[in-house]
């Protein structure tokens, strides 16, 4: 391979890796979606829904620490809607949402975004206190 067809197949390449990533609005999008989706499986207490939503180690650390299944330990938890989405976050591959009464947590996985910490409350001058988070 020439060294100009080189340079453009890796432009190719790059231009198709970056392109997959989507822009910071459609991340942005993505996050609202998955957020407002967690929130209404939390409205309606469905468990399995939130569980689904939940990042793999998020749910691992949940389990972990019930000693239960995750639908069982969410349903203990007792986690509050949090309303509507003020504000959106994108880091990269992670993301915070600011909702009317919570914030969520959030990373990108092969599956989309997850939540990775839920029920979070801001502390003065300290990382934030969340009642489900992964390890």
Known sequence: MTGRACRVAVTVVLAGAVGACGTVSERRDEVR???VAFE?????????????????GTVEELEQSAGSPCAKALSEESLASGGAVRVVDVYGNQARA???????????????WKVVAAGC???PEQP????????
């Open 40 to 56: 209404k499986a939390v409205a309606d207490g469905a468990y399995g829904r939130m569980c689904t939503a939940l990042a793999p």
């Open 98 to 112: 600011v909702l009317a009464t919570d914030t969520l947590f959030l990373s990108r996985f092969a599956a989309g």
């Open 33 to 35: 979606d998955a957020a």
């Open 121 to 123: 409350s801001p502390r």
């Open 128 to 135: 934030y206190q969340c009642r489900v988070k992964g390890g």
